[in-house]
Nanobody, 115 residues
Framework: QVQLVESGGGLAQPGGSLRLSCVAS????????MGWYRQAPGKQREFVAH???????TYVDSVKGRFTISRDNAKNTVYLQMNSLKPDDTTVYYC?????????WGQGTQVTVSS
């Protein structure tokens, strides 16, 4: 069973940056498209970005030009570089595969954008 551990969240000012990391416990990660998602309290989890096995990327419109997803298969890690952060980006961020079946969801990492 693959375990996902997200980290890198925290408090950032509007316009600031954070880099999220997600480490998978097994190398089966390398053969999967991977994604980042976010979920605010009382709302459905929403797609943020995904990256294919060959490095192709897709983003939700609200983060295009600000966020960059990347992966390091040797480290079983996927990253989300978040620049020009906005208060609306405040929520918990999760990583998982970009398509079903999903791995078990991790705890996520809280991102708070506030002055």
């Amino acid at each position: 069973q693959v375990q996902l551990v997200e980290s890198g969240g925290g408090l950032a000012q509007p316009g600031g940056s954070l880099r999220l990391s997600c480490v998978a416990s097994r190398s089966s990660f390398s053969g999967r498209w991977m994604g980042w998602y976010r979920q605010a309290p009382g709302k459905q989890r929403e797609f943020v970005a995904h990256i294919t096995t060959s490095g192709g990327t897709t983003y939700v419109d609200s983060v295009k030009g600000r966020f960059t997803i990347s992966r390091d298969n040797a480290k079983n890690t996927v990253y989300l570089q978040m620049n020009s952060l906005k208060p609306d980006d405040t929520t918990v961020y999760y990583c998982n595969t970009a398509h079903m079946p999903f791995f078990p969801w991790g705890q996520g990492t809280q991102v708070t954008v506030s002055s």
